[in-house]
């Protein structure tokens, strides 16, 4: 049968198929119900018995470590490719994630960003000589065309190599006015303004070393031709008559009570306004023709994003901001009370999906610092739900601020506290609720017998081949994310299962 089936065209084996298919179905429609019982009882028995033997190759193997065998091969430990396809945004995921994580399972539906054009499109491929500069000096060169500056509390800089990039405290974007003043030199997206291209092409490579001069050159042309925050500014101070008139790029999708036409063509989708007076909202962005003070965006605002990296959105495409409402999975209508979270915008614009380029995962160091700076973003709409919603999440209540006034006696000298509950995660409340849990397991089971660390290899094969043209594990942290989590989960269930005395609830403990 083996040397029949060897010589078989393609279309004698699709023939054969097709006849074991019919007599199978055939087979099948003629059964009893007692016979498909018994068919399906004995394909559970050979599924058990094959599950059976796949264990007992790991029961007590830590014991007998053998550096020979390939563990990762195992097929209860290999987690496959990225094969499942989300049925609502087609994106790739493993088979143990979570359905709705990447598009909240049909409720987030957003514009597709464009594959850019070029030179950025041969740039960050990867392949070039030219390329591998440019992807090894991404932020110097986003630096150069940045239109806010980026600002932390504290960046965290250790000796040597760190394929990460981490911050402490408080993330910030600011920014000033359209023109400098007579004694300072033009920044960030005052050098848009310099009238003579070159000129502002020699300030950018000046201000950044490391940076190629051609590049910057080409990466100019290409954002005064695309990007349309450049055309908004070009085009609003020249009708800017006087130094009182601002610019307002207004934080939200549908500016409330503005006229529909301000500008004779649409840019920004006409969110922006040349303006005189105060009638504009605490979270929208004020440009000012000259002035040397800086101002915050606020990171609510649609236009955080791009303009601090116009390297990545390049057309200037919207970020998150509050308008972004769910739609609903079943009719494709838009549901006008919930509105998606900055966590589900993000997740969806950093998934896989089929047949689209995801420019935003090509961009290496720059899509670390822009992760980074999404989750601060992430981070402080939580923290501004817990602060707005303190009478809902039952403050009052908690021991601790009925201690302070009891100590004190006056609760005007308290000032405004604000309490994290418990499923903030990281608060002092979330971790004192995960010790008591830890606590209450040892009481009930007895204290543990095994401490196990489980580290991520950045050479498994499950991360390798998710890796784009050129690129190194260090480049791809949502991979080595995703990847470990995954490891993760499974080798929980391997411990859980084969140690009867540990309850199930313990893998909430581990994750």
């Known amino acids: 049968m083996t040397a029949d089936r060897a010589a078989e065209t393609p279309q004698q084996e699709q023939e054969r198929r097709e006849k074991d298919r019919a007599r199978h179905a055939g087979a099948r429609a003629a059964e009893t119900p007692q016979q498909t019982r018994s068919r399906s009882e004995l394909q559970r028995t050979r599924q058990a018995a094959v599950r059976t033997a796949q264990w007992t190759f790991l029961e007590g193997e830590a014991f007998r470590y053998d550096p020979t065998k390939v563990y990762d091969s195992h097929p209860q430990l290999c987690i496959g490719r990225m094969i499942k396809h989300c049925?609502?945004?087609n994106a790739l995921k493993w088979p143990g994630e979570a359905p709705g994580m990447c598009c909240s399972n049909g409720k987030v539906k957003l514009p597709a960003l464009k594959t850019p054009p070029e030179p950025l499109e041969s740039l960050t491929s990867g392949r070039l000589a030219e390329s591998k500069h440019f992807l090894e000096n991404i932020r110097r060169y986003n630096s150069c065309f940045q239109m806010t500056s980026f600002g932390v509390s504290k960046e965290v800089i250790q000796p040597g190599y760190m394929p990460?990039?981490?911050?402490?405290?408080q993330v910030y974007h600011r920014v000033g006015s359209l023109l400098a003043s007579s004694d300072e030199e033009p920044k960030f997206l005052q050098i848009y303004f310099m009238g003579d291209e070159r000129k502002q092409a020699e300030r950018r490579y000046n201000t950044n070393p490391g940076t190629r001069r051609s590049i910057i050159i080409k990466l100019q042309e290409m954002l005064h031709q695309h990007n349309s925050y450049v055309r908004l500014f070009k085009t609003a101070?020249?009708?800017?008559p006087t130094d009182e008139h601002k610019v307002v790029i207004r934080a939200d999708k549908t500016p409330a009570g503005e006229h529909a036409r301000r500008f004779n063509e649409s840019l920004v989708d006409e969110v922006a306004v040349v303006m005189v007076g105060s009638e504009f909202s605490t979270r929208d962005i004020v440009l000012e023709k000259k002035n040397s003070q800086l101002k915050t965006v606020c990171e609510t605002n649609r236009a955080y994003d791009a303009l601090q990296y116009p390297l990545i959105f390049w057309e200037g495409e919207d970020g998150y901001h509050f308008t972004n409402k769910q739609v609903d999975p079943t009719t494709?209508?838009?549901?006008l009370h919930k509105k998606v979270s900055a966590m589900?915008?993000?997740a969806y614009r950093i998934m896989v999906r089929n047949a689209e380029v995801n420019h935003i995962l090509r961009c290496r160091q720059l899509f670390h610092q822009f992760i980074v700076d999404m989750y601060a973003k992430i981070e402080a709409e939580r923290l501004l739900f817990v602060r707005t919603h303190q009478q809902e999440l039952r403050v009052d209540d908690?021991?601790?601020l009925k201690d302070a006034i009891a100590n004190d006696g006056k609760a005007d000298n308290i000032g405004q506290l604000v309490i994290l509950p418990s499923t903030f995660t990281g608060s002092p409340r979330h971790m004192h609720e995960y010790t008591q849990d830890a606590m209450t397991y040892v009481r009930n089971y007895g204290r543990p017998?095994?401490?196990l660390?489980?580290?991520?290899n950045p050479k498994w094969e499950e991360i390798k081949r998710e890796l784009m043209d050129d690129q190194t594990h260090s480049d791809r942290h949502d991979v080595l994310a995703r990847v470990f989590k995954q490891k993760l989960t499974v080798l929980m269930n391997i411990i859980t299962k084969n140690t009867c005395v540990w309850s199930t609830q313990m893998l909430d403990v581990f994750n």
């Open 87 to 89: 049925l609502h945004c």
């Open 164 to 169: 990460t990039f981490k911050v402490q405290g």
């Open 237 to 240: 101070i020249e009708r800017m």
């Open 332 to 335: 494709g209508e838009t549901m």
């Open 344 to 346: 589900a915008f993000y």
């Open 398 to 400: 908690y021991i601790h």
């Open 449 to 451: 017998d095994l401490f």
């Open 453 to 456: 660390t489980f580290t991520c």
